[in-house]
């Protein structure tokens, strides 16, 4: 993903009909109490949104609005980031598998899905779910090997303080 180039930007979501400060699943934010809410800057909303990670509302005059689904999905940003590690590429990535994932609950549960469908589906989510799940690997086994180098050392410095010996080098 090309965080520099201002073309990759998702365009915001017009926001039409009266009372813009409302929509069918509750009020819409303004950046400001967006950022407030979720405790991150309003550039950090606008650098998301440049990134293609959120797509918020926009009035008529270029003012965005942010949603509870948008509210939710910058709280699942800042939750990728704090719990497991993950850079502003590797989010976009999952959040699309995710993304991806919900449209297939989706039209597995149309009533008009035939039973073919589903079974695709199914193989698709679960060839989904193997990709995420080998994401979260990849950061456990380089989380392992910090852990292992990190005892190492812990180890060699406990034993110098142990031997009770000048811990100068030699």
């Known amino acids: 993903m090309n965080r520099t180039a201002g073309t990759d930007s998702a365009p915001p979501v017009p926001v039409t009909g009266p009372g813009v400060a ?14 407030a809410q979720l405790g991150v ?23 965005r609005r942010y949603s509870a689904d948008d509210i939710a999905r910058v709280t699942r940003i800042r939750e990728l980031q704090d719990l497991l590690g993950l850079n502003l590429d590797e989010i976009a990535i999952v959040l699309s598998r995710e993304d991806r994932m919900a449209e297939i609950r989706l039209s597995y549960h149309d009533e008009r899905t035939s039973q073919e469908e589903r079974r695709r589906l199914i193989r698709e989510s679960l060839s989904l ?13 380089a989380l392992t090997g910090f852990l292992t180098d990190l005892d190492a050392r812990i ?3 406990r034993k110098l303080l142990e031997a009770g010996d000048d811990p100068a080098p030699r």
Request: proline share 4%; net charge neutral.
């Open 129 to 141: 779910q193997e990709l995420l799940r080998a994401t979260v690997e990849a950061k456990r086994a």
């Open 155 to 157: 180890d060699r410095s």
């Open 22 to 35: 409302e929509a069918d699943a509750g009020e819409l934010l303004g950046i400001g109490a967006a950022a």
């Open 41 to 63: 800057s309003e550039r950090a909303l606008r650098y998301y949104q440049q990134l293609g990670l959120l797509r918020p509302a926009c009035t008529p005059g270029g003012l």
